[in-house]
DNA sequence: CACCAGTA
DNA sequence: TACTGGTGG
């Protein structure tokens, strides 16, 4: 997913307590997807409810983002507009990954090979319409703000951040940076131990901080070549040159300056790479939108959650009290929470 | 993912 | 108190 740079930036470990009063433009789409890859049972299936519903999403958000404000971090969830022409060729591709994942889900359950079952129920994971906006509607009783972008979410947020109604972008992709976000926070919605996929191994994953300008210094170049590096190697809306990596890529741009001479010395074209560029430099993007906590609706929650999507209430009564013990200190300290 | 009860 | 393994929905 996104672009694969990652082996060259600079990666800085973090803790929760560090982003203590930061606003976090978080990219919901990315955030959402992880959730429901990770919180399932054993075999691989979701949380449901009766009504045979996946709610591991709501799970994650309840009490991760209760975790996040516990921390005296402000979230803002950013939420994916339509995706440019030029991304059809990745969500097909992301369509047929997740179909052929859930057919594999299924053969390994029948099979009993419940490793690979769990591998291909993660990769058959969707963030549809109604998870989307089952997804706004908590974060609005829970008294988080969220923005609709126009286009892409990780642009939106980079640009909130540029803006300054923002302190970090929250991703785990890397197309924020692309589109200039200044700071990245990632393993925001999966920080402690992890098992690595198909191994039987856990890591211990931590917050960690991407800063663009130190990135950029210790690379050399600059934004615009780093979008170049980003297209060498392929992102959503383009494949990447034949056998070129993200180090290859720094090489070739630092050689040639730029991905037009790259492109003239391999004789090769990327179809439309100009409106490419243009996507990542002046992304769609809106300034019409209002940042605001408030306190949460615990009836609402009793009966969003436990009613209508069999929670228990005990949870969800202590999920909305961490929420609002925060937000009560909050307006006791005047902070301009409200 | 977080929660929770059982265990050391 | 810290860790683990099962469960949540």
Not at 194 to 207: H, S
Not at 239 to 244: T, W
Not at 247 to 260: C, M, P, S, V
């Amino acid at each position: 997913m996104g672009t694969d740079i990652g082996d060259l930036l600079q990666k800085r470990k973090i803790e929760l307590s560090d982003l203590s009063n930061r606003v976090v433009a978080v990219d919901a789409f990315n955030t959402l997807h992880q959730f429901l890859s990770i919180i399932r049972q054993r075999d691989g299936s979701p949380l449901v409810n009766s009504r045979g519903k996946v709610t591991s999403h709501l799970s994650g958000l309840l009490y991760r983002t209760a975790s996040l404000i516990e921390a005296g971090i402000k979230p803002v969830f950013i939420f994916d507009g339509k995706p440019p022409d030029l991304k059809s060729e990745t969500l097909s591709r992301r369509k047929e990954v997740r179909e052929t994942s859930r057919e594999k889900w299924a053969n390994a359950k029948a099979e009993g090979d419940l490793e690979a079952a769990y591998k291909y129920a993660q990769a058959s994971s969707k963030v549809d319409h109604e998870i989307v906006e089952d997804s706004k509607y908590l974060l609005g009783i829970m008294g988080i703000p969220w923005i609709q972008a126009p286009c892409e979410g990780e642009a939106q947020a980079a640009h909130m951040v540029l803006k300054k109604d923002a302190d970090y972008v929250a991703s785990q992709d890397y197309d924020s940076f692309l589109f200039g976000a200044p700071k990245v926070v990632r393993n925001m919605a999966v920080t402690g131990k992890r098992k690595l996929p198909g191994k039987n191994v856990y890591v211990d994953v931590k917050l960690e901080v991407i800063d663009l300008e130190e990135t950029l210094r210790a690379l050399g170049v600059n934004r615009n070549q780093l979008i170049d590096i980003a297209i060498c190697v392929g992102t959503d809306y383009n494949k990447g040159l034949e056998k070129v990596g993200p180090k290859t890529a720094l090489k070739l741009i630092k050689k040639h300056g730029d991905i037009h001479a790259v492109l003239r010395e391999k004789e090769v074209e990327i179809e439309g790479l100009d409106r490419i560029r243009e996507l990542f430099i002046h992304p769609e993007v809106t300034d019409n939108y209002e940042i605001k906590w408030t306190k949460p609706d615990s009836e609402k929650l009793i009966k969003f959650l436990s009613e209508k999507n069999d929670f228990s209430a005990e949870r969800v009564e202590k999920a909305a009290e961490r929420l609002k013990a925060v937000s009560g200190a909050r307006q006791k300290t005047l902070d301009q929470w409200f």
